[in-house]
């Protein structure tokens, strides 16, 4: 899902190219034997719906029971829910799961574009090794690299303390206990994974920009930072839109890193997240049925982002120059 | 000899200097591993720690391999299995079902894309505990085939796929192919597979990394340790005493470097995998 990018592409072939071709004609190939269509799909919808789509619906009909996994399951009505909203530990998770996402977001952002635009430069020597550097962090094990940076991140023999406490007057911060500090740690290890991925996502389609647009911007003697402003930027848009909703998924996913630095999510719960929030409902205290709103909660989260995003995406193309 | 280099297209020292220093970050924290794990405890918690690998590294390493309750090795072989199979069936099934989606005529078919892409939108968690359920009722808990089976297909790939057939595929040879009397399995296999074979790779790659990535599914539904894939596996490996991070940071290293080792034969391609998605998608 993620290598997609969302709504109105600026090249070729945008998300929903049917669509498109459909008003002139059927896609596809009519001379060939369009029957071999459900055969050919049939696999992957077996298993797609067993394993994908049915969970999906049997976590609502869960959600409105009290499920015991070992004893018996009894109705509950919209208690889950109720319960939900007035348990302080789903309000204290939605703050962190927000803070540790804009944390690691708009930094994300910035380096990404920032580096995009020094690789999109046709001079640059040894183009293909820095984007393939930039993906390395990518695939690394993710408890690997969690295990490395709680090391660095240590309060008493940490690397990054060490580093900091070269400046003086600077005590050594405690990344685990203090709020802010947990997110920031947690927040590095997502933006040190993706920011090279993101670079990648913004360098394609900062390609797809035509020189002719640098060259007469370059003519009529705009600075570089005025190029980056008024050319390199508004193509843009769509790939921000993209990257903010991937990382917003994303986001709502953080699992491993906090539950790496403490299982419960921190000694206050400073760095629970929703996700870690809902698998200690599910699999410590065996609360199938809560753990089941939580899943809906933060499914109706991701829509809410998703419609607002739509919204604003369109408010900002219709306000465009043409 | 000198060319004439447009002002706009001029590389400065500092935009080298900037890639150096991203390139430092991406590299350090594995170089970090391999410091931690092969210098004594002493020399890494000194102001400032030792910055150069030491001697102790195969000690830790042999460590890791029979440390005691943590299958290390067979953790390793169930990751590679696991990552593997799945692997193989993504390519297969979506390579299939994305063909049918991109090039033949059915009904029930405009419905079925806009449903996968639906669907593309839900949150993995939602599905978590009823697939924990579901695994429990199939006696799949604790196999490794309660990791392969629900990830033989994504929507993800059949999509990917679709788009990759869509571009890469003209309709025009296929339809030479279909007038020439050739059967819609035998235009699959001779002429849609042969084109898209360096995308399949690129798929199956990014599905072997994602399974061995995975931590939150394997975590809830294995539970012995000698099924354990090698995310869990590390989680084992905390420190019980003190702050010596060696051993978890040396079985860190160890899970990390097959991936290394890959990542210097398959890098370039996964760079145009994830760059092609991004402009054609």
């Given amino acids: ?322 | 000899m000198k060319r004439n280099i447009p002002k706009w297209q001029k590389t400065s020292k500092l935009h080298y200097l900037m890639l150096g220093l991203i390139t430092f970050l991406s590299i350090f924290p594995f170089y970090w591993m391999f410091i931690v794990s092969s210098n004594t405890d002493a020399e890494i918690s000194k102001t400032p720690p030792s910055l150069v690998p030491g001697p102790r590294f195969l000690e830790v390493a042999n460590k890791v391999l029979s440390a005691e309750g943590v299958y290390f090795t067979k953790a390793l072989t169930n990751t590679f299995v696991v990552g593997i199979a799945i692997a193989v069936a993504q390519v297969i099934f979506s390579a299939i079902a994305g063909f049918a989606f991109a090039k033949l005529h059915f009904k029930g078919r405009q419905f079925s894309i806009l449903f996968i892409v639906a669907t593309m939108m839900l949150p993995s968690q939602l599905g978590i505990v009823p697939l924990f359920i579901m695994a429990n009722k199939l006696n799949l808990v604790n196999t490794l085939y309660a990791l392969i089976v629900p990830a033989l297909v994504t929507a993800f790939g059949v999509f990917w796929m679709r788009q990759i057939i869509d571009a890469q595929v003209p309709n025009e040879i296929l339809e030479a192919a279909s007038i020439d009397g050739a059967s819609v399995p035998r235009v699959f296999w001779s002429i849609v597979l042969p084109s898209i074979r360096q995308s399949s790779f690129v798929l199956g790659l990014f599905a072997f990394l994602a399974a061995w990535n995975d931590y939150l599914w394997p975590t809830i539904v294995l539970q012995s340790p000698e099924r354990f894939t090698l995310q869990v596996a590390l989680t084992q490996l905390k420190p019980l005493y003190g702050l010596d991070y060696s051993l978890q940071m040396g079985g860190a290293f160890l899970a990390t470097a097959p991936l290394l080792i890959l990542f210097i034969f398959v890098g370039r391609r996964l760079v145009s995998g994830v760059m092609d998605g991004a402009v054609k998608g």
Avoid: C
Avoid at chain 1, 114 to 125: D, E, G, H, Q, Y
Avoid at chain 1, 182 to 193: D, L, V, Y
Avoid at chain 1, 296 to 315: D, H
């Fill in chain 1, 1 to 322: 899902m993620t290598l997609f990018k969302e709504g109105k592409g600026r090249t070729k072939a945008p998300l929903t190219p049917w669509k498109k071709k459909e008003k002139k004609q059927l896609p596809g190939v009519a001379s060939l034997d369009g029957r071999w269509g459900y055969p050919a799909i049939a696999p992957f919808f077996l298993i797609f719906i067993v394993f994908g789509v049915a969970p999906v619906i049997y976590s609502i009909y869960i959600a409105f029971f009290k499920w015991d996994p070992l004893g018996e399951s009894e109705f509950n009505g919209i208690n889950n829910f109720t319960f939900l909203l007035q348990d302080s530990d789903f309000w204290i998770a939605i703050r962190n799961t927000f803070s540790i996402w804009a944390l690691s977001t708009f930094p994300q952002l910035i380096i990404a574009i920032s580096l995009a635009a020094i690789l999109r430069n046709k001079r640059l020597k040894g183009k293909s090794f820095w984007r393939t550097i930039l993906l390395v962090p990518n695939i690394t094990s993710i408890i690997a690299i969690t295990i490395v940076f709680q090391q660095l991140f240590g309060r008493d023999y940490g690397l990054i303390n060490g580093i900091l406490s070269l400046i003086p007057g600077v005590d050594n911060i405690d990344f685990i206990e203090g709020v802010i500090p947990s997110h920031i740690q947690i927040a590095t290890m997502i933006t040190w994974r993706w920011v090279g991925y993101n670079t990648l996502i913004f360098l394609a389609s900062m390609l797809a920009i035509p020189d002719e647009l640098y060259e007469s911007a370059s003519v009529d003697g705009a600075s570089k930072w005025q190029q980056f402003k008024y050319v390199t930027l508004p193509s843009l848009k769509n790939t921000i839109t993209f990257v903010l909703i991937v990382g917003t998924i994303g986001g709502l996913q953080v699992f491993a890193e906090p539950q790496q630095l403490n299982a419960e999510g921190g000694s206050t719960k400073q760095f629970l997240t929703l996700t870690l929030f809902l698998y200690n409902q599910a699999f410590l205290n065996n609360k199938y049925g809560y753990a089941a709103a939580i899943g809906i909660a933060i499914t109706f989260i991701v829509l809410i982002i998703s419609a607002i995003n739509f919204v604003i995406t369109r408010r900002i193309s219709g306000e465009g120059s043409r």
